[in-house]
């Protein structure tokens, strides 16, 4: 089973405090969708409101076209997966899985069936008859999905369900949770502030802060052109770089200038800006690292962090702003090195003071 | 400081053994210190009263002297003693009116007065606020409550043109009035601690179990009552302590009859030891009740023995 999603105009308080504003999203049926955001976007309060943990303030939400935010939450035909797992301590995992379905009637010989199949493609027949407080956090977490599996759900809610998991776990349960995706084909919704978690998993992903959708995009589109400086900052690691810049449109292409007089000249069309102070964006893997005077600007290592693949370096510019750029995995580089910097006009991001983004190519109307 | 810091850190693994750090576990008798204050009234206070009584209830004994050695003689005079065998009843009855009372409805009121309102706050300190009262006061408001023609039982009844059951004399109903009076002075403490327990349960369980379609009595019995099953047994084990030690609510309402019809062991054992002076058969008397709470109170560990519940 799976279905459609839409949120319509949603709006919620708790007492004089806004967590959502007027907010609106369409989800089709089988996508996997992901909510990211800073800790107190609104991302977790707008997944309870669809499951029916929390009221609707104003505006509707409606699954396959029925509305569904004035039903009780087991009325939905949705199954969450809770950041603690909310496993019931005292019932066997068995139990466990069998509690929902047992509580609509569904007969014996289904329940097992269900419970058989999900423990089957979860890998945990063997788990079956232990209780909770005799389980590891990831056999927990498997137990979680399970019993939203055998619930056959219309779609599946997930509240930051990694984050209890170890790093090594949490890489293996992601792609589980991928695979896992394609196996049932349903509607997802997943909650995290994990970038990571949110570009590998996401067909596209929903970025919230200060209770609004700041983009909504693929993974890529979100990365390659983030609609606000939020989006940009937030999502990619290291984060962007972000250098305040002055505008000259010139020329056909825009140039932006720094304080320290260095230019470099953007991909992004003039005709599109306005004048006026705008802040230049690059990401660390569009500033490679060169011989000191060939470059946008010359810096001084502050730092490197090797990552295996590349090498990450934080170089200190002349007026004290620091840009990260990346080299080779062997670069020979090393702190306190004199280096030069050069930024890929065609990789550049322009933002204005409202924080909306411009992209080489075209403009965004975001 | 920081040369020192680093002290003991360049020390060879061999002299790093022998200093202090490396045997922070050994005793260090010194420490009894700590405890001594404790260990000197545990023992002057429990274990020697404990241990004497024993010894007494194998002597025949009076406040003059401690008496020859009779053995088992107390015990067996027990044995074939009416009123003693008629208090035991009494207490166990006692205990079977009061016990299962204060749980369920200790259990009813923390699950109603489990909410965040004002309302409940101000019922919640007025449910336990007669636990604060001593036994004393507690009996005198039951008497007034009780007492024939003019007390607050009769004048409702009356109202009625009924007759109040007469709770202290009538011979069937003594017990039960002091199991009810008993019932309104201890209800504080069983209703705090299944509130305690029912304030741990997290919310998310809750909230999934919405998401399972649980209705309310689904939830009550499949999710609230599990999670505090051992609260409730704790509550059980502990009201079975204390109200086997029923003494004052007896004394001061009834004085034990009519007819020793609500006379309880400890009541026994004060009559016998203190006001017939027979020490060494209150003595065989309090060894019997220290069993009997001994068996009550080991029933804990073999209920609470479940484990793999936890999360």
């Given at each position: 089973?799976?279905?459609?999603?839409?949120?319509?105009?949603?709006?919620?308080?708790?007492?004089?405090?806004?967590?959502?504003?007027?907010?609106?999203?369409?989800?089709?049926?089988?996508?996997?969708?992901?909510?990211?955001?800073?800790?107190?976007?609104?991302?977790?309060?707008?997944?309870?409101?669809?499951?029916?943990?929390?009221?609707?303030?104003?505006?509707?939400?409606?699954?396959?076209?029925?509305?569904?935010?004035?039903?009780?939450?087991?009325?939905?035909?949705?199954?969450?997966?809770?950041?603690?797992?909310?496993?019931?301590?005292?019932?066997?995992?068995?139990?466990?899985?069998?509690?929902?379905?047992?509580?609509?009637?569904?007969?014996?010989?289904?329940?097992?069936?269900?419970?058989?199949?999900?423990?089957?493609?979860?890998?945990?027949?063997?788990?079956?008859?232990?209780?909770?407080?005799?389980?590891?956090?990831?056999?927990?977490?498997?137990?979680?999905?399970?019993?939203?599996?055998?619930?056959?759900?219309?779609?599946?809610?997930?509240?930051?369900?990694?984050?209890?998991?170890?790093?090594?776990?949490?890489?293996?349960?992601?792609?589980?949770?991928?695979?896992?995706?394609?196996?049932?084909?349903?509607?997802?919704?997943?909650?995290?502030?994990?970038?990571?978690?949110?570009?590998?998993?996401?067909?596209?992903?929903?970025?919230?802060?200060?209770?609004?959708?700041?983009?909504?995009?693929?993974?890529?589109?979100?990365?390659?052109?983030?609609?606000?400086?939020?989006?940009?900052?937030?999502?990619?690691?290291?984060?962007?770089?972000?250098?305040?810049?002055?505008?000259?449109?010139?020329?056909?292409?825009?140039?932006?200038?720094?304080?320290?007089?260095?230019?470099?000249?953007?991909?992004?069309?003039?005709?599109?800006?306005?004048?006026?102070?705008?802040?230049?964006?690059?990401?660390?893997?569009?500033?490679?690292?060169?011989?000191?005077?060939?470059?946008?600007?010359?810096?001084?290592?502050?730092?490197?962090?090797?990552?295996?693949?590349?090498?990450?370096?934080?170089?200190?510019?002349?007026?004290?702003?620091?840009?990260?750029?990346?080299?080779?995995?062997?670069?020979?580089?090393?702190?306190?090195?004199?280096?030069?910097?050069?930024?890929?006009?065609?990789?550049?991001?322009?933002?204005?003071?409202?924080?909306?983004?411009?992209?080489?190519?075209?403009?965004?109307?975001? | 400081?920081?040369?020192?810091?680093?002290?003991?850190?360049?020390?060879?693994?061999?002299?790093?053994?022998?200093?202090?750090?490396?045997?922070?576990?050994?005793?260090?008798?010194?420490?009894?210190?700590?405890?001594?204050?404790?260990?000197?009234?545990?023992?002057?206070?429990?274990?020697?009263?404990?241990?004497?009584g024993i010894w007494l209830s194998f002597h025949k004994a009076?406040?003059?002297?401690?008496?020859?050695?009779v053995g088992l003689g107390n015990y067996v005079r027990l044995y074939h003693d009416?009123?003693f065998?008629?208090?035991?009843?009494?207490?166990?009855?006692?205990?079977?009116?009061?016990?299962?009372?204060?749980?369920?409805?200790?259990?009813?009121?923390?699950?109603?007065?489990?909410?965040?309102?004002?309302?409940?706050?101000?019922?919640?300190?007025?449910?336990?606020?007669?636990?604060?009262?001593?036994?004393?006061?507690?009996?005198?408001?039951?008497?007034?409550?009780?007492?024939?023609?003019?007390?607050?039982?009769?004048?409702?009844?009356?109202?009625?043109?009924?007759?109040?059951?007469?709770?202290?004399?009538?011979?069937?109903?003594?017990?039960?009035?002091?199991?009810?009076?008993?019932?309104?002075?201890?209800?504080?403490?069983?209703?705090?601690?299944?509130?305690?327990?029912?304030?741990?349960?997290?919310?998310?369980?809750?909230?999934?179990?919405?998401?399972?379609?649980?209705?309310?009595?689904?939830?009550?019995?499949?999710?609230?009552?599990?999670?505090?099953?051992?609260?409730?047994?704790?509550?059980?084990?502990?009201?079975?302590?204390?109200?086997?030690?029923?003494?004052?609510?007896?004394?001061?309402?009834?004085?034990?009859?009519?007819?020793?019809?609500?006379?309880?062991i400890?009541?026994y054992i004060?009559?016998t030891a203190?006001?017939?002076?027979d020490l060494g058969m209150g003595a065989a008397a309090s060894e019997i009740l220290f069993i009997?709470?001994?068996?009550?109170?080991?029933?804990?560990?073999?209920?609470?023995?479940?484990?793999?519940?936890?999360?």
């Amino acid at each position: 089973m799976t279905a459609d999603i839409e949120i319509r105009n949603v709006s919620k308080h708790f007492g004089a405090m806004s967590v959502l504003e007027d907010l609106s999203l369409s989800i089709k049926a089988r996508e996997f969708i992901v909510f990211l955001g800073p800790s107190g976007c609104g991302k977790s309060t707008l997944l309870r409101m669809i499951a029916g943990l929390e009221t609707v303030d104003s505006g509707e939400i409606a699954i396959n076209d029925q509305r569904i935010d004035h039903l009780p939450p087991g009325k939905r035909g949705i199954a969450m997966v809770f950041q603690s797992y909310a496993l019931y301590p005292h019932m066997t995992v068995r139990d466990n899985m069998a509690f929902g379905l047992e509580n609509i009637g569904v007969s014996r010989q289904v329940i097992d069936a269900r419970i058989n199949e999900a423990a089957r493609i979860l890998e945990m027949p063997h788990l079956l008859e232990r209780k909770p407080g005799q389980l590891s956090g990831g056999q927990r977490q498997r137990v979680a999905i399970g019993r939203a599996i055998v619930k056959e759900p219309k779609a599946f809610l997930f509240d930051e369900p990694l984050s209890n998991l170890d790093a090594a776990l949490r890489t293996r349960t992601r792609i589980e949770l991928a695979q896992l995706h394609q196996r049932l084909q349903s509607t997802m919704i997943f909650v995290t502030h994990d970038q990571v978690e949110a570009m590998t998993l996401a067909d596209r992903i929903v970025v919230m802060n200060n209770r609004k959708i700041e983009q909504i995009g693929s993974p890529m589109e979100i990365y390659d052109r983030p609609a606000t400086k939020f989006v940009a900052g937030f999502v990619g690691a290291p984060a962007m770089n972000f250098v305040a810049a002055t505008l000259d449109r010139s020329g056909g292409n825009a140039k932006v200038k720094f304080a320290d007089g260095m230019a470099v000249q953007t991909e992004i069309a003039s005709n599109l800006l306005t004048d006026g102070k705008c802040t230049f964006g690059i990401r660390s893997e569009d500033v490679r690292i060169v011989p000191a005077g060939q470059g946008d600007a010359d810096g001084v290592v502050d730092v490197l962090e090797r990552l295996g693949e590349r090498t990450l370096i934080y170089a200190r510019l002349g007026d004290g702003l620091q840009v990260v750029g990346s080299d080779a995995g062997n670069s020979c580089v090393t702190v306190g090195d004199k280096v030069g910097l050069a930024f890929d006009g065609k990789k550049s991001h322009l933002f204005n003071e409202a924080g909306r983004a411009w992209h080489a190519g075209e403009a965004w109307h975001g | 400081m920081a040369d020192q810091l680093a002290m003991p850190h360049t020390a060879t693994p061999a002299a790093s053994l022998r200093t202090p750090s490396a045997d922070i576990y050994a005793p260090q008798w010194r420490n009894a210190i700590f405890v001594a204050p404790f260990l000197f009234f545990f023992t002057t206070l429990l274990l020697f009263p404990l241990l004497w009584g024993i010894w007494l209830s194998f002597h025949k004994a009076d406040t003059f002297s401690s008496g020859n050695f009779v053995g088992l003689g107390n015990y067996v005079r027990l044995y074939h003693d009416k009123v003693f065998l008629q208090s035991i009843w009494n207490t166990f009855y006692f205990v079977l009116l009061t016990v299962p009372t204060l749980a369920l409805i200790g259990l009813f009121l923390a699950l109603c007065l489990n909410r965040r309102t004002r309302t409940a706050a101000v019922l919640r300190t007025l449910f336990f606020s007669s636990s604060v009262l001593s036994v004393t006061i507690v009996t005198l408001i039951w008497r007034i409550v009780f007492i024939p023609n003019v007390g607050l039982l009769s004048t409702i009844y009356g109202w009625f043109g009924a007759t109040a059951p007469a709770f202290i004399s009538n011979p069937s109903l003594a017990m039960i009035g002091i199991a009810i009076a008993t019932v309104w002075w201890c209800i504080g403490l069983p209703m705090m601690l299944f509130l305690s327990a029912l304030q741990q349960i997290p919310r998310d369980i809750y909230e999934a179990a919405a998401l399972d379609n649980a209705n309310r009595w689904q939830t009550l019995r499949s999710i609230t009552l599990p999670s505090i099953k051992r609260t409730f047994v704790l509550v059980v084990i502990i009201q079975i302590v204390l109200q086997f030690q029923l003494f004052g609510q007896a004394w001061l309402m009834t004085r034990g009859g009519p007819n020793n019809l609500t006379k309880p062991i400890v009541l026994y054992i004060y009559d016998t030891a203190f006001r017939r002076w027979d020490l060494g058969m209150g003595a065989a008397a309090s060894e019997i009740l220290f069993i009997l709470i001994l068996v009550a109170a080991m029933a804990q560990y073999l209920v609470a023995r479940n484990k793999g519940d936890r999360v």
